[in-house]
């Protein structure tokens, strides 16, 4: 058992009623009779690195094995870990190289997500090459040290999301794709959606990603543990590198590399842009990540579009019914394969049906009044689908995915008049505090409640107290206190990373770095489209300090070869790739140098000595743009004012 800090801002052990509801959970699952996982897990296994952690160019680590090897030797849980998100942890915690069916193999373990390498005419045609280049890089040796040493031919992307591309330079090295003959391969509409959520969105993203993941926690009993999903993401270098070819029809049939590959492209599913594929000589269906052993997130709390639940089943279907017959083996872009028709077909089935429940039951509840807290509350799985740990909230919750239904059909308003217009956060923490008699009253109850183990009360009502007076140290370190039991009794990964590290936070403070905001990596500025580009300018411009300013300027990208005009009117930024009328500048410059500006425009006056920018005109409406660009700081606020 871990020795207790005095130290009050130090992390605590499970309380009582925490320990009660981990034991009512260890109860309620078959964790003796189900074991089938764990053979799932190890099937395959032909290699495993021996190393504690892959480094970067910096010798600091991208992916740490040594980190979680506390997860591989212990059993049962910890009383700080829900037992059920512990049996998820110890499965992702296996790693190394695996072979799906004679021909495909997955590097496991190595990041939140599985690279897999199919072996082509003459090479390794690779899908989903991870976060990091780094540890794609160390997933590619130990492929070519166990099977073989082979060139990459060409890159399949499952999906737009960032830790299945943006490692892909581990695996491509500086080559051009196209130029060399290696092919990309993605879903229509990719680059649009990888753009829109790792830029338009990035900063706030990023923040949010940073609680989602944990990434700001030690490792261990009382820090992170599991996503769920994966054991973490990887640290390291990434890029984005454009498909060269796009899949946009359900039964395109493609040969890469003599590989025979018969896509199914699912829009709105997992992602916006998604596909599943079948290799028809190898008997083996890759469904991306649209079926996960984990019930997935229809809304993911890093934030991102509502995904589309109808859809997402009514896809799993399609592919129940018209691929899974040609397979004799499912894989995924996470977690492990299943193998045999009986196995698949079961999976499948209930993964379908899943999805579908809770969309309908959802909007069954909505249409008989209740909002999304009230249908979060009472909608549940039914058994079937509710003892299936492949369908448990490890990731995503039916819990959040409720409410999710709700908001994509009916948004974020429920109807009552009173929660049409509420006061922001503060101002209704501080009325609220003075309505229950003051912070002490507040605390005092709160505190009861607390040993009473109503955690969820405590938190709602202890937020006020912190968001009325943040410099109120008893209010933050309750606060912190609560969370943290939510964290150890919470089955999903990342709900147990947001309350830990919100109560982190809370007895930390914010982390700091002022101004330092979530920077566009060079292969995604060269990935983007100049439209792309000033859409993200426009998203930075602060619009109540420019609503005054009026101009227009012709900017002359000298990368592209293409002008695009640029105005500024009423507080919104416009551009078109058309120049007509007159402006007040000339602009010549590369996006590379149009970024620098953006992020530091105290840069103008070296570019312009150095030739990498040129104006024709006058430089000050230049100059004035770039004043009117809002900076941002990735760690803002989130559990304070």
């Known amino acids: 058992m871990t020795a207790e800090s005095t130290d009050p801002r130090a992390p605590k052990g499970a309380t009582g009623a925490t320990r009660k509801a981990h034991a009512a959970m260890a109860a309620a699952l078959p964790f003796a009779a189900d074991t089938a996982d764990f053979e799932r897990v190890g099937r395959g296994l032909l290699a495993r690195s021996d190393q504690d952690a892959v480094l970067n160019g910096f010798g600091l680590p991208s992916w740490d094995f040594a980190g979680y090897r506390y997860i591989d030797e212990r059993e049962p849980a910890p009383e700080t870990v829900n037992p059920s998100l512990w049996r998820q942890a110890r499965l992702n915690a296996a790693h190394g190289l695996f072979e799906v069916v004679d021909g495909i193999y997955q590097v496991r373990g190595y990041d939140l997500a599985n690279v897999t390498f199919v072996r082509g005419a003459t090479g390794w045609v690779v899908i989903d090459p991870l976060t990091a280049a780094e540890t794609s890089a160390a997933a590619l040796a130990l492929v070519n040290a166990t099977l073989g040493e082979r060139p990459v031919t060409a890159v399949i992307y499952t999906h737009c999301h ?95 590399d003599g590989v025979r590959i018969v896509f199914q492209v699912t829009p709105g599913t997992e992602a916006p842009a998604e596909m599943n594929f079948l290799f028809p000589d190898h008997r083996a269906l890759c469904l991306a990540e649209n079926c996960s052993a984990v019930l997935h997130n229809l809304y993911t709390p890093r934030g991102a579009e509502v995904r589309d639940a109808l859809a997402w089943s009514g896809y799993i279907d399609e592919a129940l019914e018209q691929w899974a017959p040609l397979a004799d083996v499912v894989f995924g872009s996470h977690h492990w394969p299943r193998w045999g028709s009986q196995d698949i077909g079961s999976y499948l089935v209930k993964q379908r049906d899943a999805y579908r429940y809770i969309h309908d039951q959802a909007m069954r509840l909505a249409n008989r009044g209740l909002v999304a807290t009230e249908i979060a509350e009472e909608l549940r799985l039914p058994p079937g689908l509710a003892d299936e740990f492949f369908l448990r909230d490890y990731y995503g919750t039916v819990n959040h995915n409720a409410k999710a239904v709700y908001q994509k059909y009916l948004g974020w308003f429920d109807a009552n008049p009173a929660h049409l217009h509420p006061l922001p956060p503060v101002d209704a923490a501080t009325r609220y505090v003075e309505y229950m008699g003051g912070a002490d009253a507040v605390l005092a109850r709160a505190r009861r409640d607390f040993e009473a183990g109503e955690y969820r009360w405590v938190a709602e009502a202890v937020n006020h107290v912190v968001f009325a007076d943040p410099g109120n140290q008893e209010a933050r370190l309750l606060q912190a206190d609560t969370l943290e039991q939510l964290g150890y009794q919470a089955e999903s990964g990342p709900w147990r990373d947001f309350y830990l590290t919100g109560a982190q936070e809370l007895r930390q403070g914010s982390p700091t770095a002022p101004g330092f905001g979530s920077p566009i990596q060079p292969d995604v500025l060269r990935g983007m489209t100049t439209a792309m580009l000033l859409d993200y300018l426009a998203v930075r411009l602060d619009g109540p300090r420019a609503a005054a300013a ?92």
Request: aromatic share 4%.
């Open 162 to 256: 960032a830790d299945h591309f943006a490692g892909v330079r581990g695996v491509l090295g500086e080559s051009v794709p196209g130029d060399d003959g290696v092919r990309i391969i993605g879903p229509e509409g990719f680059l649009r959606h990888a753009v829109s959520e790792n830029v338009i969105a990035g900063n706030a993203m990023n923040r949010r990603a940073l609680f989602m993941y944990g990434m700001l926690l030690p490792k261990g009993e009382r820090g992170h543990v599991d996503t769920g999903l994966g054991r973490a993401v990887a640290g390291g270098s990434w890029g984005l590198v454009a498909p060269t070819e796009l899949v946009s029809e359900t039964g395109t049939e493609l040969t890469v």
């Open 550 to 641: 009026a101009l227009r300027l012709e900017l002359r990208f000298t990368d592209s070869g293409t002008a695009h005009l640029v105005e500024l009117s009423h507080g919104t930024l416009h551009h078109a790739a058309r120049v007509q009328g007159p402006t007040d500048a000339v602009v010549g410059l590369g996006k590379a140098e149009l970024v620098r500006l953006a992020d530091d425009p105290s840069c103008l006056d070296e570019l312009l000595e150095s030739g990498a920018v040129t104006v024709a005109g006058e430089a000050g409406p230049l100059r004035e743009l770039l004043g009117l660009l809002d900076r941002f700081d990735l760690f803002f606020p989130v559990v304070e004012p």
